[in-house]
């Protein structure tokens, strides 16, 4: 079945710098790439999200990049805030389904 | 668009007693909806997928008579938990995608369940 890794697994940045986190799979077939904020207790929400036909997605300040060949998306998020601060999932579709298989994620502290 | 509402938010239950969820979409018809299981700083463990009108599909290790999920609508999902015991206390979030190659899910806010 696919496999997601997620990196790093904590990270902490000052307000104002940008942040990456990275996730890698290993289904070729896989074609959908979501990312999802989580804050305590709650529940994920859908940040952004790329398709395999496309290489990079912006929206204002976090965008998505997607390498296919080497099977591995990157989060980017730039002049962070502290409400950014969050627990960060990637996921990615297995196979051609529908379903999803999440990253263990990344809790991203911004420190103000 | 794309709101999922899940109740209860809470639910503290004896152990040996079953609970249910129910997960609808509010403002669109979600063919398809997932259940996952997420424990204390863990990520989310997918449990089924559940089309309307059909048999729910269990991942590897899920106990179809222990959780039993009936999509019975378009915009109505249930999962139960049969015969609860205190390992069963975990976070449940449903999600839904609208189908029709929308890959999108949208999740619920959540049940945390507590057996005691």
């Known amino acids: 079945g696919e496999n997601v890794e997620q990196h790093p697994s904590t990270l902490s940045v000052q307000e104002g710098d940008s942040a990456v986190i990275k996730c890698t799979y290993s289904?070729?077939?896989?074609?959908?790439f979501p990312w999802y904020k989580q804050e305590l207790g709650k529940r994920p929400q859908l940040i952004i999200d790329i398709r395999s036909n496309v290489g990079e997605k912006k929206d204002q300040r976090i965008a998505v990049t997607l390498n296919k060949t080497a099977k591995h998306f990157s989060l980017h998020i730039t002049e962070t805030q502290p409400e950014d601060s969050a627990v960060y999932f990637c996921?990615?579709?297995?196979?051609?389904?529908?379903?999803?298989?999440f990253g263990k994620g990344t809790k991203l502290t911004v420190n103000p | 668009g794309a709101v999922v509402s899940q109740h209860p938010s809470r639910v503290i239950c004896k152990s040996g007693t079953s609970v249910k969820i129910e997960c609808r979409s509010l403002?669109?018809?979600?063919?398809?909806m997932f259940w996952y299981r997420q424990f204390p700083k863990q990520s989310l463990m997918l449990m089924a997928t559940?089309?309307?009108?059909?048999?729910?599909?269990?991942e590897q290790g899920v106990e179809k008579d222990k959780f039993l999920i009936n999509h019975a609508s378009l915009t109505l999902s249930t999962l139960t938990v049969t015969s609860a015991h205190p390992e069963d206390s975990s976070f449940y979030i449903c999600?839904?995608?609208?189908?029709?190659?929308?890959?999108?899910?949208?999740f619920g806010p959540g049940t945390r369940l507590t057996v005691t």
């Open positions: 559940s089309n309307e009108g059909s048999k729910a599909t269990y």
């Open positions: 996921a990615v579709s297995q196979g051609g389904s529908e379903k999803l298989v």
């Open positions: 403002d669109f018809q979600a063919t398809t």
């Open positions: 289904d070729s077939a896989s074609n959908y």
């Open positions: 999600s839904a995608s609208g189908g029709a190659g929308g890959l999108e899910q949208y």
